[in-house]
């Protein structure tokens, strides 16, 4: 099964709405990734964190890595139509960093 | 900047038909990765490799074949598709960094096996 759990697997917002999606691990993870899928494309990279209880932001986006490193959340400040796609949270299993293991992912829609 | 390549885009098979998708990245990234994505399930992990010579199974790895001769190239191979193998497969890799492990996709070949 999945390692992570990514919640909601929907989310519908009006232009102008914030937007959360919420991931959890069962384990401790050395690292969380986020990536971005636009509808028909490919996931991309948006941040990696590694710290306890690390916040980084990206122009609208926020991005926080629990205390216990078990939970990460991802926060949109006041969507734009150009936020559409779904949004994937990712960890590696074990001690290859490389191999990542994903959520389910959170598909945004916005309505203008 | 070709970054990942994967071909084809686009393949439809017949019940036990064989194929490989290619993989190839130009970055000289040691680890490489095959995902497969169905709606609601996200990105599963197939099969993965931490360098030339060394694979190993990930989540989904029954009926999936993989190889990896070189550094660049990491292909996957169907041996006797069957229609639940219908879905996109991506292939991804990344460097071998404790620091910075940002995986980079290839734009995705969409299979569907009749």
């Known amino acids: 099964g999945q390692q992570v759990m990514q919640i909601p697997q929907y989310q519908h917002v009006q232009e102008g709405e914030d937007f959360t999606t919420y991931c959890n691990s069962s384990?401790?993870?050395?690292?969380i990734q986020w990536y971005k899928q636009r509808p028909g494309g490919h996931p991309v990279f948006l941040i990696q964190?590694?710290?306890?209880?690390e916040v980084k932001k990206q122009k609208r986006l926020t991005f926080q890595f629990g205390e216990a490193k078990k939970n990460s959340s991802l926060h949109i400040t006041a969507t734009q139509t150009t936020d559409v796609g779904t949004y994937f949270c990712?960890?590696?299993?074990?001690?290859?960093?490389?191999?990542?293991?994903f959520g389910r992912g959170t598909q945004l829609t916005v309505w203008p | 900047n070709a970054g990942v390549t994967q071909t084809p885009k686009f393949q439809v098979l017949k019940t036990g038909q064989s194929m490989t998708l290619q993989c190839a990245q130009d970055?000289?990234?040691?680890?490489m990765s095959w995902y497969r994505q169905d709606p609601g399930m996200g990105l599963r992990l197939i099969h993965y490799?931490?360098?030339?010579?060394?694979?190993d199974q990930g989540e989904v790895p029954n009926g999936y074949n993989v190889s990896r001769s070189t550094t660049e190239d990491f292909p996957l191979r169907l041996l006797s598709a069957a229609p639940s193998q219908t879905s996109v497969y991506f292939c991804?890799?990344?460097?071998?960094?404790?620091?910075?492990?940002?995986?980079?996709f290839g734009q995705g070949t969409r299979l569907t096996v009749v």
């Open positions: 490799s931490v360098g030339a010579g060394i694979t």
């Open positions: 970055m000289n990234h040691e680890y």
């Open positions: 384990t401790t993870l050395s690292n």
């Open positions: 964190l590694v710290k306890s209880g």
């Open positions: 991804a890799s990344s460097p071998r960094q404790t620091m910075n492990t940002e995986a980079f």
């Open positions: 990712a960890g590696p299993r074990g001690s290859t960093l490389g191999r990542l293991y």
